[in-house]
C-alpha cells in the first residue's frame, strides 16, 4: 500500500474538481476508465494501492465497479456520488458496506458545484462517516478554501444528496412552465419536507435536513441552471424527450434514475412522496402541466 497517498478515482467534473482541490495541499493522484490529460493522472491499480481514496462515479455504476474492479487492502475511502441504485432501491453506503468496512469508508455531501469548486471558490463540505477518525484523517487534505464538517449520519446524508436531484427536477420544471417564483419556493420548501419524511423512515437525523446536505444542496441545486438535473427539468417542461436531454448533456444526472429508486422504495414501505412520484411519472411521459393539476389537488 502507498501510505499517506491520495487518489480520485472517476475523472468526470466532480471527480476533477476534487482532484484541484485536494492538490492544494499534497500530491494527489486521479485514475478514470478513460485515460485523460490531467496531472498526476495515473492507471487504476496504481490510485487504487494509494492509502486514501475518493470515488466520483455514479451511482447507478458503483456496484458493478466495486465488484469488477475493488479488493479491500485497508484504504481509506470516500464516497463523493449522490444517487441510490435504480434496479435495486439499495442505498449506496448498503452496496458499498459489502466491499469496505464502516470504519474505513466516509461519504461527501452539501452543496458543492464542481465548476465553482475548481476556480477555488469557498464551500463548506459535510463528511459523514460512523467513524470520527475517517473525518479527520480526510479532513486535512481539504484545502484553506473548502471547510469541512463531520457528521455520523450516513443515511441521512445520503438521502438528503439524491433526493434533491429529484426536487431540482421538479424545480428546473417548474421554472420552464413559467410558474413562478411562489410557486417555486413552495416546491423546494414541501420538496424539504418530503425528503425529510422519506429520510424518517430510515432512520436518518432531521438536523441532517435541515444543514448543508439538506436544505444547502437543494437550495443550490433546485435554483440554478449550473445543475444537471434542473436543466433536465427545464428540458422536459419545454416538451423534450428524455432522450435527447440526456444525449445533450453528456454528463450524469442522477435525479433521472433515482427517481425511480425513491419510487420503488416508497411503494415499498408505504412512504408518501407526491413530488419526487410526479417527477417519475413525467420522466416516463405525463404532461407536466397534468402533474401541477394533480399536486394542487391531491
Ligand atoms: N458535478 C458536480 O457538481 C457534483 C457531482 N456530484 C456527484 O458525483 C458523481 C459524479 O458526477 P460527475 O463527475 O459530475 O459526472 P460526470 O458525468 O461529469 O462524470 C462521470 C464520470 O464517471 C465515470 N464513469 C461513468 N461510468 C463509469 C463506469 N461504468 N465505470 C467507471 N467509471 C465510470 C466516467 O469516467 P470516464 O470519463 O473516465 O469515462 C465519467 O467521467 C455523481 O453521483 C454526481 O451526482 C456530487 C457533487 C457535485
Ligand atoms: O450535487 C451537485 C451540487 O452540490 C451537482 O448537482 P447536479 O448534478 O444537478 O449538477
Same mark, same amino acid.
Given at each position: 500500500?502507498?501510505? #499517506?497517498?491520495?487518489?480520485?478515482?472517476?475523472?468526470?467534473?466532480?471527480?476533477?474538481?476534487?482532484?484541484?482541490? /485536494? @492538490?492544494?495541499?499534497?500530491?494527489?493522484?486521479?485514475?478514470?476508465?478513460?485515460?485523460?490529460?490531467?496531472?498526476?493522472?495515473?492507471?487504476?491499480?496504481?490510485?487504487? !494501492?494509494?492509502?486514501?481514496?475518493?470515488?466520483?462515479?455514479?451511482?447507478?455504476?458503483?456496484?458493478?465497479?466495486?465488484?469488477?474492479?475493488?479488493?479491500?487492502? &485497508?484504504?481509506?475511502?470516500?464516497?463523493? @456520488?449522490? =444517487?441510490?441504485?435504480? @434496479?435495486?432501491?439499495?442505498?449506496?453506503?448498503?452496496?458499498?458496506? &459489502?466491499?469496505?468496512?464502516?470504519?474505513?469508508?466516509?461519504?461527501? +455531501?452539501?452543496? !458543492?458545484?464542481?465548476?465553482?469548486?475548481?476556480?477555488? %471558490?469557498?464551500?463548506?463540505?459535510?463528511?459523514?462517516?460512523?467513524?470520527? $477518525?475517517?473525518? $479527520?484523517?480526510? +479532513?486535512?487534505? *481539504?484545502? $484553506?478554501?473548502?471547510?469541512?464538517?463531520? +457528521?455520523? $449520519?450516513?443515511? =441521512?446524508?445520503?438521502?438528503?444528496?439524491?433526493?434533491?436531484?429529484?426536487?431540482?427536477?421538479? !424545480? #428546473?420544471?417548474?421554472? #420552464?412552465?413559467?410558474?413562478?417564483?411562489?410557486?417555486?419556493?413552495?416546491?423546494?420548501?414541501?420538496?424539504?419536507?418530503?425528503?425529510?419524511?422519506?429520510?424518517?423512515?430510515?432512520?436518518?437525523?432531521?438536523?441532517? *435536513?435541515?444543514?448543508? +446536505?439538506?436544505?444547502?444542496?437543494?437550495? %443550490?441545486?433546485?435554483?440554478?441552471?449550473? @445543475?444537471?438535473?434542473?436543466?433536465?427539468?427545464?428540458?422536459?417542461?419545454? #416538451?423534450?424527450? /428524455?432522450?435527447?436531454?440526456?444525449?445533450?448533456?453528456?454528463?450524469?444526472?442522477?435525479?433521472?434514475?433515482?427517481?425511480?429508486?425513491?419510487?420503488?422504495?416508497?411503494?415499498?414501505?408505504?412512504?408518501?412522496?407526491?413530488?419526487?412520484?410526479?417527477?417519475?411519472?413525467? %420522466?416516463?411521459?405525463?404532461?407536466?402541466?397534468?402533474? /401541477?393539476?394533480?399536486?394542487?389537488?391531491?
Amino acid at each position: 500500500m502507498r501510505k #499517506g497517498q491520495i487518489a480520485v478515482i472517476g475523472a468526470g467534473k466532480w471527480g476533477q474538481a476534487l482532484h484541484f482541490a /485536494l @492538490s492544494f495541499k499534497q500530491e494527489c493522484f486521479i485514475s478514470s476508465r478513460t485515460k485523460k490529460d490531467i496531472k498526476n493522472f495515473v492507471d487504476l491499480e496504481y490510485a487504487l !494501492s494509494c492509502e486514501y481514496l475518493v470515488i466520483a462515479i455514479p451511482a447507478q455504476e458503483i456496484r458493478a465497479w466495486l465488484k469488477e474492479n475493488f479488493k479491500f487492502n &485497508n484504504q481509506k475511502v470516500l464516497v463523493a @456520488s449522490k =444517487g441510490i441504485e435504480a @434496479s435495486s432501491g439499495e442505498f449506496l453506503n448498503d452496496i458499498y458496506a &459489502n466491499f469496505i468496512p464502516d470504519k474505513n469508508i466516509g461519504f461527501i +455531501s452539501g452543496p !458543492s458545484f464542481a465548476a465553482e469548486v475548481i476556480k477555488a %471558490l469557498p464551500c463548506a463540505l459535510v463528511l459523514n462517516s460512523k467513524s470520527k $477518525d475517517i473525518y $479527520d484523517e480526510f +479532513s486535512k487534505f *481539504f484545502p $484553506d478554501f473548502i471547510k469541512t464538517y463531520y +457528521s455520523k $449520519d450516513v443515511i =441521512g446524508a445520503e438521502i438528503a444528496g439524491a433526493y434533491k436531484n429529484v426536487l431540482a427536477i421538479a !424545480s #428546473g420544471i417548474c421554472e #420552464g412552465l413559467n410558474l413562478g417564483k411562489n410557486a417555486q419556493a413552495s416546491l423546494i420548501a414541501r420538496g424539504l419536507v418530503e425528503m425529510q419524511r422519506f429520510g424518517k423512515h430510515f432512520k436518518a437525523k432531521k438536523a441532517t *435536513f435541515l444543514g448543508l +446536505s439538506g436544505a444547502g444542496d437543494l437550495f %443550490l441545486t433546485a435554483n440554478s441552471t449550473m @445543475s444537471r438535473n434542473y436543466r433536465v427539468g427545464l428540458g422536459l417542461a419545454q #416538451g423534450k424527450s /428524455l432522450k435527447l436531454i440526456l444525449e445533450e448533456l453528456k454528463e450524469v444526472a442522477e435525479g433521472v434514475q433515482t427517481a425511480t429508486a425513491i419510487e420503488k422504495l416508497s411503494n415499498k414501505y408505504k412512504i408518501y412522496t407526491p413530488i419526487a412520484k410526479e417527477v417519475k411519472l413525467i %420522466l416516463d411521459g405525463k404532461n407536466p402541466k397534468d402533474s /401541477l393539476k394533480d399536486l394542487i389537488k391531491n
